[in-house]
């Protein structure tokens, strides 16, 4: 499905808008009409037409009439698990054809590089999102924080990229960790801790339950101390 040819040019289109909801509705989303497409990849409308019903066909795509004009509006299908794979592709291919990773890999020379975030799609769970959400990207470069001038990249690939600096990856928030085990490394070798997120996250909650029962140990002293003096008092 993917490639240089015009069907993929049309779909390409759609991975630059927002989300919609499985209905397509547009304060959902974003939706683009046929002659709006046409003229982006300069492309006859008759032809345009044509890939727009193979995509629709193969749910990729979903179709609505306009509320007042009643002309066709062509939405992305978020809840299509094709559609977010491609979609996938598509970002990861784009950042490597446009020289986003070379590009970084010179500037900052990172050890680590791992690509996350809602503008790629989760292939296990609902990745419905609103616009501003769906349309950003992370980049976790394990290196020096340096200035990276992706505003071209930006424009060329339909997403916000939100560079992020580490030292190193081992010692994460467990929110942060799952975020980067869920993405794309597409540079170097990913080594977090030795123990895995829920290990972190039960010795977080033992700590806490530690903490709760130092509390009331504490309380509970200080309750029998009272008690203790009131009664030991002289008359």
């Given amino acids: 499905m993917m490639g240089k040819d015009n069907r993929s040019r049309v779909l390409a289109e759609f991975f630059k808008c927002g989300s919609s909801d499985e209905k397509g509705r547009k304060d959902k989303g974003e939706g683009l009409q046929l002659r709006e497409i046409g003229r982006r990849i300069k492309l ?12 629709e066909s193969k749910g990729l795509v ?21 559609f977010k794979y491609l979609k996938n592709l598509y970002i990861l291919h784009a950042l490597k054809e446009l020289g986003l990773i070379e590009y970084v890999e010179k500037e900052c020379s990172p050890e680590v590089m791992v690509v996350s975030g809602a503008g790629l799609h989760d292939l296990r769970g609902d990745s419905t999102r609103d616009s501003g959400e769906a349309r950003e990207i992370k980049l976790f470069l394990a290196c020096k924080e340096k200035r990276l001038e992706l505003g071209g990249y930006e424009k060329d690939v339909g997403v916000k990229i939100t560079p992020i600096f580490l030292k190193d990856f081992s010692d994460l928030t467990p929110e942060l960790e799952e975020e980067i085990i ?45 008690y203790s003096r009131m009664f030991s008092e002289e008359p």
Avoid at 44 to 55: D, G, I, M, Q, R
Avoid at 62 to 82: A, G, R
Avoid at 186 to 212: F, H, M, N, T, Y
Wanted: net charge positive; proline share 5%; no cysteine.
């Fill in 62 to 82: 979903i179709k609505k009439l306009h509320s007042e004009s009643n002309y066709p509006i062509y939405f992305p299908n978020l809840n299509n698990s094709d």
């Fill in 44 to 55: 006859a409308p008759t032809s345009v037409k044509k890939y727009l019903k193979e995509l």
């Fill in 182 to 226: 869920n993405g794309i490394v597409l540079k170097g070798v990913l080594r977090l801790i030795d123990v895995p997120i829920a290990s972190k996250q039960e010795r977080k909650r033992e700590q806490g339950k530690q903490e709760e029962l130092s509390s009331k140990k504490n309380e509970r002293e200080k309750e029998e101390g009272f």
